[in-house]
T-cell receptor, first 115, second 115 residues
């Protein structure tokens, strides 16, 4: 299995631009998670989906952030407009959705720099 | 709400020495506990997990962890550290929600291995 795939691996953009991060979960996994990692705040859960439906988006920092999962094999996290404080590493993870104790498998992350 | 404390930001050990990384959690019910490792530029990889049964859990790469309810701890151990173990280690406590589980991560402990 190829694991969780994220693209791009690195993104440099200017403030005000739209940024779209992409994620392909492991085939057969029902749950998908978006995380943000920064030095200041550590690893934060932004949103998670179960069977393509957003379950909890309370971690999304503000309206500039949006996430979609149009099908079981693809999800996007969009930032519009981007700001320098959005600079971070964004991880996507997926799991089987079988409940507590299940394992999350992380992608390699997208390193975002907003100038 | 659940929380995780990793009191050591950095730990330095010599190669071949034993290792113990501390983790304390706060959670009202029986916790689901995890240790993840993150190598530089990589996503998180699960080392081991506990959600029931034997309180001493064996993981990959020779790691083990012991759940101690009385101390609200889940410390990670390895008898002999290898240089390749240098990485960031995250403890997490999870709870079931919406068909999946939601982990809360600690801030991480950076392991430095001296030759």
């Amino acid at each position: 299995d190829a694991g969780v795939i994220q693209s791009p691996r690195h993104e440099v953009t200017e403030m005000g631009q739209e940024v779209t991060l992409r994620c392909k979960p492991i085939s057969g996994h029902n749950s998908l998670f978006w995380y943000r990692q920064t030095m200041m705040r550590g690893l934060e859960l932004l949103i998670y989906f179960n069977n393509n439906v957003p379950i909890d988006d309370s971690g999304m920092p503000e309206d500039r952030f949006s996430a979609k999962m149009p099908n079981a094999s693809f999800s996007t996290l969009k930032i519009q407009p981007s700001e320098p404080r959005d600079s971070a590493v964004y991880f996507c993870a997926s799991s089987s959705g079988q409940g507590a104790g299940e394992t999350q498998y992380f992608g390699p992350g997208t390193r975002l720099l907003v100038l | 709400a659940q929380s995780v404390t990793q009191p050591d930001i950095h730990i330095t050990v010599s190669e071949g020495a034993s290792l113990e990384l501390r983790c304390n959690y706060s959670y009202g019910a029986t916790p689901y506990l995890f240790w993840y490792v993150q190598s530089p530029g990589q996503g998180l990889q699960l080392l081991l997990k506990y959600f029931s049964g034997d309180t001493l859990v064996q993981g990959i790469k020779g790691f083990e962890a012991e759940f101690k309810r009385s101390q609200s701890s889940f410390n990670l151990r390895k008898p002999s550290v290898h240089w390749s173990d240098a990485a960031e280690y995250f403890c997490a406590v999870g709870h079931a929600s919406g068909g999946s589980y939601i982990p809360t991560f600690g801030r991480g402990t950076s392991l430095i291995v001296h030759p």
